[in-house]
């Protein structure tokens, strides 16, 4: 068996790192099992969805490096709806209903009232021919519901949450279409999965109740069901994300420097019992991917957790990766060297004016002659191999110094801070000119 995931956003608004972390599922267990990755656009609404977010769509999971072997896109398959609504509806499975949304809402109040569960009561499966005409002919236009076989329980292995079992009768009937002939996403999304060889269906733990209809959908279709595994949602560090999920789409997470390997390295985990780890190449991580890891509860998202693993992904990324976000001149000995110290790809600017200068070094005080040493020690010392040491060694036999008082003041001459990376690596990009003038102008003060 292919194995064949589908990712099927509804292009309504950018993605953001509950349903990345959906897409990313999707496409590591197709990719662990050889299979194939859909992304499918659910966009039979055509109201609210938009070509502007279809597209943030593709670039996002393109940046990402989530690419789909194929693409669909449910506004392309309407009369294949059209087909099957038609042939389910000769089989019995689908029924026209005429209540008005304000009948329907009495309905449930009633229900309620009497400590009931609001469940449609299928008064439209009473209704005779003659009452649906007069009904028509009154200009009232019916919506359509799919019959539920109360009969069956509905049960089914779900890959994470285990068994499950749902009873039809506690359940409406849903509704698949609105009376002016557009498609809720029950239907045509069941329909699709059949078509498309869907296998495995990978989504959030909000579409359980769905898969229970769907299920049903299936059956009344002939068809075999995919199999289904719903991951528990994704909460904040402090609760709900759902209201801060807008600064948590690609572009703002790009924004604040964010590589999409540690978006890729932290989602991958989240929520599982696997370790978090930095991986840049995604293949360990395909690689160790199973649904048995992932738990019940929901998975805490912390935007502190991903700039840590995003600083563990910059200290590894090669310079190829990088090169166009780099300054002018910015080489790959220049990224080497200050790669370790940086939290974002976009900090190396910074380190490379400390690199260019000019800079500010802090009064030398007690260490003048010591920097004047060293400037002349700077001057005359072989710069082709290892610089730093050179300097430092032949300092410290010549002054006595050692640790602190022997590099500190160095430090802070060629760089003008306290801290940063290592001078081993940041001296010959400095080079013999710069700092022997950074040392001489420091020395005097
Ligand atoms: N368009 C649906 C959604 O975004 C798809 C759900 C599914 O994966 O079936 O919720």
Same mark, same amino acid.
């Given at each position: 068996m292919t194995v064949i995931t589908r990712f099927a956003p509804s292009p309504t608004g950018t993605l953001h790192v509950g349903n990345i972390r959906t897409a990313l599922h999707n496409w590591m267990f197709a990719r662990a099992r050889g299979g194939k990755f859909l992304l499918r656009i659910d966009d039979t609404d055509a109201e609210r969805s938009e070509e502007r977010f279809v597209d943030a769509i593709r670039a996002d999971l393109a940046w990402l490096g989530l690419h789909p072997d194929h693409e669909e896109r449910q506004s392309a398959r309407f009369a294949r709806y059209e087909t099957v609504f038609a042939e389910l509806r000769a089989a019995g499975h689908i029924y026209p209903a005429y209540e008005s949304a304000q009948e329907l809402d009495l309905k449930r109040k009633i229900l309620r009232g009497r400590g009931l569960p609001p469940v449609y009561d299928r008064a439209a499966l009473a209704l005779t021919d003659a009452d649906r005409a007069r009904l028509e002919a009154e200009g009232v236009k019916p919506h359509w519901r799919f019959r539920l076989d109360h009969a069956t329980p509905i049960v089914w292995d779900d890959l994470i949450r285990g068994p499950q079992r749902f009873e039809a009768q506690t359940m409406s009937d849903p509704v698949i279409r609105r009376a002016d002939g557009s498609w809720l996403y029950m239907l045509p999304s069941a329909i699709d999965d059949r078509d498309m060889g869907v296998t495995h269906v990978v989504r959030g733990e909000d579409h359980v109740t769905n898969t229970a209809l769907q299920l049903q959908m299936f059956a009344a279709m002939g068809v075999a069901a995919p199999a289904f595994a719903h991951e528990a949602l994704l909460t904040g560090a402090e609760g709900k994300l759902s209201k801060r999920l807008g600064s948590l789409g690609i572009d703002a997470l790009r924004g604040e420097g964010i590589e999409p390997e540690a978006i890729v390295a932290l989602l991958a985990r989240l929520g599982t019992s696997q370790p978090v780890e930095p991986h840049v190449d995604p293949a360990p991580l395909i690689a160790a991917f199973d649904f048995a890891h992932f738990g019940r509860a929901p998975a805490k998202f912390d935007e502190r957790e991903l700039a840590q693993v995003n600083a563990r992904i910059v200290h590894q990324l090669p310079f190829e990766r990088v090169v166009d976000r780099l300054p002018a001149g910015m080489d790959a000995a220049a990224w080497q060297a200050v790669r370790p110290n940086?939290?974002?790809?976009? +900090?190396a600017a910074e380190w490379w004016h400390v690199v260019e200068g000019p800079v500010a070094a802090p009064a030398p005080g007690e260490d003048a002659d010591y920097l004047r040493h060293a400037a002349a020690l700077a001057r005359s010392i072989d710069w082709s191999g290892d610089p730093w040491h050179t300097l430092t060694q032949a300092l410290k036999e010549a002054t006595g110094r050692k640790g602190k008082a022997l590099f500190l003041p160095l430090r802070r001459a060629l760089?003008?801070?306290?801290? +940063?990376?290592d001078m081993a690596a940041l001296l010959p990009l400095i080079g013999r000119e710069r700092a022997v003038a950074r040392l001489d102008s420091n020395a005097a003060g």
């Open positions: 940086l939290e974002q790809v976009a +900090g760089t003008g801070l306290d801290h +940063g990376p």
